[in-house]
């Protein structure tokens, strides 16, 4: 988080993922925003294609949501090679996907790094968060925030519990050695 330069005591929301109708970016911001307006700890780290201050995609999307005067909370990265060090910097990792997913390996990584997560019920995404995170509709605003408020919201120890059991679930039930056992099963 220091190398990051973020401050202290912010409440971090990270994404990644790529440019793609299917992430719904849009909802993300719309969701951000909301959550931003009632709390003033928190920022936004994005990282992935395309997901940097500058580039059109990202300020196209930025121009059309409910983001105005929060791109000071709003940290893009772009393309980055350290996934595991910026899972780490965040206190939940949001997915608002509105179709399409599958297996998002995304959501798998970070609660690997024992980051909670907040994703829409869509693929396997429940399925995969079960009760270590929070699921919510696809495109709906209101349950994703209120879901991150709740994430964010929780007391320290009830976290920490949370982010061990992000953890295990992953070992127990997605590991790799776990995958080709039952592959091979």
């Known amino acids: 988080r220091h190398a990051l330069g973020l401050t202290e005591g912010c409440k971090v929301i990270g994404h990644l ?48 949501t409910e983001t105005t005067g929060l791109a000071n909370r709003i940290m893009a990265l772009g393309q980055r090679d350290d996934v595991p060090d910026l899972m780490a910097a965040m206190d939940v990792f949001l997915l608002c996907s509105s179709f399409g997913e599958a297996f998002p390996t995304v959501v798998v990584e970070a609660m690997a790094c024992g980051t909670p997560c907040v994703v829409t019920d869509v693929g396997d995404s429940a399925e995969i968060v079960g009760d270590a995170g929070w699921t919510a509709p696809p495109g709906n605003v209101g349950a994703l925030a209120d879901a991150l408020l709740e994430a964010l919201g929780e007391q320290e120890e009830t976290n920490a519990l949370r982010r061990q059991r992000a953890r295990r679930r992953i070992e127990e039930n997605f590991s790799i050695e776990r995958m080709v056992k039952a592959y091979r099963e």
């Open 17 to 64: 993922g790529r440019p793609d109708p299917q992430k719904d970016h849009a909802t993300l911001f719309k969701v951000f925003a909301r959550v931003a307006a009632q709390r003033g700890d928190v920022c936004l780290l994005l990282a992935g294609l395309d997901l940097e201050h500058g580039s059109p995609y990202l300020d196209g999307l930025l121009a059309r």
